[in-house]
């Protein structure tokens, strides 16, 4: 199975903020890497595919970026909505795994 | 979000097996593929499994090989969960996913659907 090491697993942030959490993979996996976004009592929600490309919906200051075995997602500019549980996943190959997971808080 | 819509909550005894559906909107069923995700209390998402209605293909998590079955039914667009010999750390949420490719994300997902296993 293909680890998953997400960082940091909390980070304190502040409205306006700009954000990088980073998702580190045991093997490449040639950017077959998605961004979540999970709240509490929500559904996760796509926020990136295919390491960078933005879902449809999901407001511009959100990014992501890297290769190999490395990537990141970038939020610039934090908004009060933002502040929720992040999750990395790859989906090169079975099972498909997810990262520990980032909490974004005040 | 929430256009895939689930089943109710459910309580069940350990030993016993649960299953849940998930319903996509008609006419393009077999485009996409359909994976489970669970996420117990205070944990993480943790990834089941997956189907490929368009070539019946399922593929499961090994820790729950054995215990999960993953199906579709393509008349009712309904994908299905079962999972079997429950225990109490199986309790989770249960969420149903769609997207087209492993390339692309799962861009859709129910409301999630609550199992508890509770003697």
């Known amino acids: 199975d293909i680890q998953m090491t997400q960082s940091p697993s909390s980070l304190p942030a502040s409205v306006g903020d700009r954000v990088t959490i980073t998702c580190r993979t045991s093997?490449?996996?040639?950017?077959?890497l998605n961004w979540y976004q999970k709240k509490v009592g929500k559904a996760p929600k796509l926020l990136i595919y295919?390491?960078?490309t933005l879902q449809s919906g999901v407001p511009s200051r959100f990014s992501g970026s890297g290769s190999g075995t490395d990537y990141t997602l970038t939020i610039s500019g934090l908004q009060p909505e933002d502040f929720a549980t992040y999750y990395c996943q790859q989906t090169y190959s079975i099972p498909w795994t997810f990262g520990q997971g980032t909490k974004v808080e005040i | 979000q929430g256009q895939l819509v689930q089943s109710g909550a459910e309580v069940k005894r350990p030993g016993s097996s649960v299953k849940v559906s998930c319903k996509a909107p008609?006419?393009?069923?077999?485009?996409?593929?359909f994976s489970w995700v669970r996420q117990a209390p205070g944990q993480g998402l943790e990834w089941m499994g997956r189907i490929i209605p368009i070539i019946s293909t399922t593929n499961y998590a090994q820790k729950f090989q054995g215990r999960v079955t993953i199906t579709a039914d393509e008349s009712t667009s309904t994908a299905y969960m079962e999972l079997s010999s429950l225990k109490s750390d199986d309790t989770a949420m249960y969420y149903c996913a769609r997207g087209y490719s492993s390339s692309s994300g799962s861009g859709d997902w129910g409301q999630g659907t609550l199992v508890t296993v509770a003697s």
């Open positions: 008609g006419g393009t069923f077999t485009k996409y593929t």
């Open positions: 093997q490449s996996i040639s950017d077959f």
């Open positions: 295919g390491a960078s």
